[in-house]
């Protein structure tokens, strides 16, 4: 009688063991999905704000339908958006940053999420194209070891 009670209780241990384990998966796999749903949301708000200013004229500080060129470029889109001097931006949740690709009319916005499943993270390049100020975001998830001054605009397939 001893044995099969040991047994109950053995086998409860396991049960138990095992939904804990299932429970914390699930959590972290949520998690990691909440944070790219947040990452798309923002770089996606970022790109709108972006093409406001394109088309703001530049009596009112925006680019007055130019594309900015040159070192500054990146720094005076970022200041516009509400940036201030912050580039790259950090947020509670991801990392930004601002690339100007004169030479196509675009600019990119590269987004970098914090949240990291032990491989991999979430990554996002919104991609504005201007004057049509069509925006496209492309997801991707990159190594851990990414940080936001390593990822570039090649890390993505389109």
Do not use: C, R
């Amino acid at each position: 009688m001893g044995t099969q009670q040991i047994l109950l209780i053995v086998l409860s241990v396991i049960i138990v063991g095992a939904a804990i384990a299932v429970g914390i998966q699930m959590f972290n796999s949520q998690s990691y999905s909440a944070s790219k749903s947040a990452l798309a949301a923002d770089a996606q708000s970022y790109a709108s704000q972006i093409v406001q200013y394109y088309k703001t004229p530049i009596s009112q500080g925006g680019a007055g339908g130019t594309l900015p060129t040159g070192d500054g470029a990146e720094a005076k889109i970022a200041k516009f958006i509400g940036w201030g001097d912050e580039h790259p931006k950090t947020n509670d949740n991801s990392e930004f940053k601002i690339i100007v690709s004169s030479a196509t009319n675009e600019v990119h916005v590269l987004g970098l999420s914090k949240e990291d499943n032990g491989t991999t993270k979430p990554a996002i390049k919104t991609t504005i194209t201007l004057p049509q100020g069509e925006i496209k975001g492309t997801p991707e998830d990159v190594p851990s070891a990414t940080t936001i001054t390593t990822l570039a605009v090649t890390n993505f397939t389109d």
